[in-house]
């Protein structure tokens, strides 16, 4: 595809300005341009059908089933978008007086009381922007908990499953804390004698995905709560898969002391790429004071912002967190009303569909029920036709989806891990085991399709280190021709869409 600067020619443009009729602004000769801008000249019909093409090239949860492990790209309801845009809320300035911000006030409030039915807990903060930051946060308020009660320097470990998220690790890492791994049983468990051999006094707490990044619930649950509990230390419930167990099994009830709900995931808000995310955080009565300010609170029948808590963490975001998640949080939670239990029950349903449809055609390291997601191994196909699952991957992308999540968790070799979510007909997930049977048996008879895939979109398969490290995003004029000669040398790796 060609760039704008590629297709400008002298003179056209996109507008007609009025005539100007107020005098000329004096610039002094020193602060004025030498020459014009080198901006790209196009008449109004190119430049849209540019951006037009452009906006093509993206695959989205709008365009097609986007299967993404652990992601939960699921649809996001428009009337989301109606009530986030109502003026009260678009236009509403951060720094409003309370008076004048009731209803902002109240939609969080009601939001962090849903929340805390949700996560079976006693307190909400809404601030974290992530579930990384709600991680971090929940980790602050464990070492404030301890400095509190006086074993802040006893405790200073905390303990992560090896099928963690990257970002477990790294939150662990960043607080301060040392990181201790624990192992994953022949079930797909952590494996609890493990376990028992690593938490000590030492132990400021666990950070748990449940079920876990193998779509996994852990059968041993109450008994791993009890080992911490047992050792004064704390839980910590990394909330990304909610969308499994949403108004069916709560973490608190399950032991958890802190979680982090990504409003972004289970609650639907457009993400990815760098959409806006929300990961508040539920938290027990007894780290309640902790928690960061201002918390939004309810006074007889008016809501304000509570600054002063002696004990808190302090602040985590700017203002009160990312208010528009909020609202389309809350429209969505409302719109499900008692029925967000359906939500997860669908969620799991349509991943046990697809297991069961795909189960023969591709290795299963771990036959159990699975939750809203599960997690298949392409080790059968590498080692007889060498077919890996980064094939498999981009071979999808040549039948019109979006690629599972793959080589994650680092336990399953091959994996290929699968989120269908709720929002998915039967027709659709029918049409995606067509695919990955096909490809299954391409993998058998026509190897080469795969290792050449993906043949119909706009990129082939592209130097991936490369792409992010030294992503060209200027144009090189005539001065820099090895940037033009790199975004060309990208170019041709183009395929031949539509052309
Ligand atoms: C299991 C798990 N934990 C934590 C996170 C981090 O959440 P966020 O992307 O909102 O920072 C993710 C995100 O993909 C996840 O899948």
Redesign the pocket.
Known sequence: MELLYEKSKPGRRASTLPSYDLPAAEVPADLRRSEPPRLPELAEPELVRHFTELSTRNFGIDTGFYPLG??TMKHNPRVNERVVMLPGFKDLHPHQEEAGAQGALELMWRLQEILKEVAGLDACSLQPA??????LTGLMLMRAYFEDIGQGDQRDTIITADT??G??PASVTMAGYKLEKVATDARGNLDVDDLRAKVNERTAGLML?NPS?LGLFDENIEQVAKIFHDAGSLLYY?G??LNAVCGISRPGDMGFDIVHI?L??TFSQPHGGGGP?G?PIVVREKLEPFLPVPAVVKDGDAFRLEHDRPKSIGKVRGFTGPFGVFVRSYAYIRAYGPGLREMSETAVLNANYLLAKLRDAYDLPYDRLAMHEFVLSARTLKREHGITALDVAKRLMDYGYHPPTIYFPLVVPEALMIEPTETEPKERLDAFVEAMLAIAGEAAETPELLKEAPTSRPVRRLDEVKAAKRAVVKYGFEEHPDLSAEAGEVRQLEAQKGA
């Open positions: 652990s992601c992530a579930g990384s930051q709600g991680e963690a998220h970002t477990n995905t990044t990394d990304a898969n990504n972004h995931k995310g990961g």
